[in-house]
């Protein structure tokens, strides 16, 4: 071809040849550079080098790491030495380093830093990493020396940290088809590799849906709006070359603001439809079609293991165990919650005659005249509650909970010491109070912006462990709040705020490990939101709200009589919040329960299965199918949203043990059972015998439903 061009060309081929030059060494330069697989080094034992990434590092680098790793695990397989723990799960354990540093990298690029280069490397790579992720699992040797641990360790039980190291690795083989004939495993690996693209292509259209649509209004159509929401939606406009109009951005923390306070009822129709439109406008980012092959090819996996459907495979090692046992527990709660939403209709369709509208109230109403329901009926207006709840103060309670029940401190790092890969991101140093240890980092990424997905998330850089030496924890929240304009705090609702110490429940979990060997780091799905859900209840403690809920312009504490009214609402609204939820659970397990050969469409069965739940027209599923990145994104949460609910019973029934404790929620000792047998094992003790240990028995659905005001069931 090059002898083609010298003669056709000519002179253009000098030119051609330098570009190519200049790009090769380009490369040379990007792989002699290239942070993306290195030792981290620096301070803390070593921080990821986030001033010095670059997306073009990212490929060769997770190609090359892939590559070591993979080294590493022939050598461990083709080790002549008889299979013990030290020869083979030791260094299994210890392997793949490089690429685990690879891969928070590649992390930050796909949920904080994503742009159309980006995902086009992630394109290419997705089906790649699938190959590299079943060489490991369908590596036979590698699994007969595992098996022949595992087999032996069920004759000659190993100490307690070995044994639940071992059962989990070779679970995971297991279910990974490691015991399938060699025709079933190249099936299973090619499904793997197509469903990575297919979760790769519907996070992809997702975040086009959300980037892509936006809705412009202007100073004629601000009515209802706090003042602090069009500053914000100004900013937001001027940001995308729209200076003098107003941004709703079509994500979650700038929709639902709109829809609780704009009085422009059409807009507020439009602003819903194109939030829950997003993956179903029928153009190139539509995901019905990639869902229905997802669900296919799920289907398909599980059958060559002799599942009957894709959540019997998926619950086995949950605290469910079973699809019937996440059913059973939705449709305790189902009825009441239906129940309650019949109620706050009704009170909301009186408010609307009162108020002499001609309307019945529709989906897009609900947030709005909740809102007026809730002033009318305590008083109590979210936009008040919001002028005490300042980003800032909020870092101070949840640092303040962090140092009663953990005995973590808190302290700014300067980000010339530790590099962050964008100018919002903040860092902490977490010590031990008592005796100055450094546990590890809080890196904390507070707002929006477009290539960031939506929603919250926490995630580690670093975990700790004591075969690798017990390094610092890097953890890691990330939020979704809406910038404020310049010089203007950061506002946020009540239901953020709870989502704030969510997410830091989970960085809490991350900082308290005490475990020995990293596959106990690991979690069980619908245990692990337990933590999290469970630290949203300081949020309303009295030491949280008398010293850090105070006016951001005045530092007044917020009034006796608010926190009254706030404590009086607790459970105001519990309809529309359980409803949402579990229509998407329930769901969630419909797609996962049926033969997919009886979905032909999915909004179809969608509207087929909502319909015979009964759920009411004027409240959606909290994620609409096409835009359900829980469970058609990735696997963890798929046929296991249920989990929030299941992590919820022990949430309030732990709650219950702070609340009778002699201290209440700061209960000492109660809160040193939480730390030693909630927190710090991690994945070393099984979920239900940790929480008996903490509780003293095993967890009931009473204390949930006393806690949303619904009726306890009769035994």
């Known amino acids: 071809m090059k002898k083609k061009l010298a003669k056709s060309l000519g002179m253009a081929t000098i030119i051609l040849f330098a570009a190519c030059k200049e790009d090769s060494q380009n490369k040379e330069d990007v792989m002699e550079n290239n942070?993306?697989?290195?030792?981290?080094?620096?301070?803390?034992?070593g921080v990821p080098a986030f001033n010095k990434m670059k997306v073009e590092m990212l490929k060769p680098a997770i190609l090359d790491g892939m590559q070591q790793h993979l080294e590493e695990i022939d050598s461990i397989a083709n080790n002549p030495e008889a299979p013990t723990f030290e020869n083979t799960i030791i260094p299994f354990e210890k392997s793949g380093a490089a690429l685990d540093r690879a891969f928070t990298y590649y992390g930050i690029f796909s949920s904080n830093l994503s742009s159309p280069e980006f995902r086009e490397i992630q394109k290419e790579l997705s089906p790649k990493i699938s190959e590299y992720s079943s060489k490991i699992s369908q590596n036979e040797l590698l699994f007969q020396r595992i098996k022949a641990v595992y087999e032996q360790s069920q004759k000659n039980p190993l100490d307690s940290a070995e044994q639940r190291t071992i059962d989990l690795i070779y679970k995971d083989f297991e279910m990974d088809g490691a015991n399938l004939s060699e025709e079933d495993k190249k099936r299973y690996a090619e499904i793997n590799k197509e469903l990575s693209e297919l979760y790769t292509k519907f996070s992809n259209n997702v975040l086009a849906d959300e980037e892509g649509y936006v809705t412009y209004?202007?100073?004629?159509?601000?009515?209802?709006?706090?003042?602090?929401?069009?500053?914000?939606?100004a900013s937001a406009a001027e940001e995308r070359d729209h200076k003098g109009e107003f941004a709703i951005t079509n994500t979650r923390s700038s929709m639902d603001p709109f829809l609780t306070y704009s009085d422009e009822r059409e807009l507020r129709e439009k602003v819903w439809r194109t939030y829950y439109s997003r993956g179903n406008n029928g153009d190139e980012h539509d995901n019905n079609q990639v869902i229905k092959k997802i669900l296919e090819l799920r289907d398909e996996r599980v059958a060559l293991l002799g599942y009957d459907n894709y959540a019997q495979w998926r619950l086995q090692d949950r605290m469910a165990k079973e699809?019937?046992?996440?059913?059973?527990?939705?449709?305790?709660?189902?009825p009441a919650a239906l129940g309650r939403v019949e109620e706050e209709i009704k009170d909301m369709q009186r408010l609307a005659d009162k108020e002499g509208k001609d309307i019945k109230i529709q989906a897009w109403d609900y947030r709005y005249y909740m809102e007026k329901v809730r002033k009318e009926k305590y008083d109590l207006d979210s936009e008040e509650v919001k002028q005490y709840l300042q980003l800032d103060n909020l870092k101070k309670a949840i640092f303040y909970v962090a140092g009663e029940l953990f005995n973590f401190d808190f302290t700014p790092v300067d980000t010339s010491l530790v590099p962050v890969f964008h100018p919002d991101v903040k860092v902490y140093e977490v010590n031990d109070k008592t005796n100055g240890e450094v546990i590890g980092l809080w890196y904390?990424?507070?707002?929006?912006?477009?290539?960031k997905r939506s929603g919250a998330w926490a995630t580690t850089y670093?975990?700790?462990?004591?075969?690798?030496?017990?390094?610092p924890v890097l953890a890691s929240n990330n939020s979704n709040f809406v910038k404020p304009a310049k010089g203007e705090p950061t506002l946020v609702s009540w239901d953020d705020?709870?989502?704030?110490?969510?997410?830091?429940?989970?960085?809490?979990?991350?900082?308290?490990?005490?475990?020995?060997?990293?596959?106990?780091?690991?979690?069980?799905?619908?245990?692990?939101e337990f933590q999290s859900q469970l630290l949203e209840r300081w949020l309303a403690t009295d030491a949280v709200i008398d010293q850090f809920l105070r006016h951001y312009e005045t530092g007044k504490p917020m009034p006796e009589a608010l926190v009254q009214k706030i404590k009086k609402a607790a459970t105001f609204n519990q309809g529309f919040a359980t409803t949402e939820f579990l229509a998407s659970a329930l769901m969630d397990m419909k797609y996962h329960t049926t033969d997919p050969s009886k979905i032909n469409d999915v909004q179809e069965f969608e509207k087929q299965q909502l319909d015979e739940l009964g759920l009411p027209e004027e409240i959606p599923m909290r994620h609409r199918s096409t835009q359900f990145s829980h469970i058609f994104s990735g696997e963890g949460y798929a046929a296991g949203y249920y989990g929030y609910l299941w992590a919820d019973v022990l949430t309030a029934d732990a709650a219950e043990a702070f609340a009778e404790a002699p201290d209440g929620f700061y209960d000492k000792e109660t809160a040193h059972k939480l730390v030693k047998y909630l927190f710090a094992p991690r994945n070393a003790m099984d979920p239900a015998e940790a929480y008996k240990k903490f509780r003293g028995r095993n967890a009931n659905i009473d204390a949930l439903m006393r806690d949303r005001g619904f009726p306890v069931p009769k035994k």
């Open 35 to 45: 942070v993306i697989l290195t030792e981290w080094t620096g301070p803390y034992q």
């Open 217 to 233: 209004i202007d100073s004629s159509q601000l009515s209802g709006l706090p003042e602090s929401y069009i500053k914000s939606a």
């Open 323 to 334: 699809p019937k046992q996440a059913m059973e527990l939705m449709e305790a709660v189902w």
């Open 444 to 451: 904390l990424d507070p707002y929006a912006r477009p290539g």
């Open 462 to 471: 670093r975990s700790k462990d004591e075969l690798s030496g017990n390094k």
């Open 497 to 528: 705020a709870e989502t704030f110490f969510h997410e830091f429940g989970h960085a809490l979990h991350f900082l308290s490990a005490d475990i020995k060997y990293p596959k106990l780091n690991s979690g069980v799905r619908d245990y692990t």
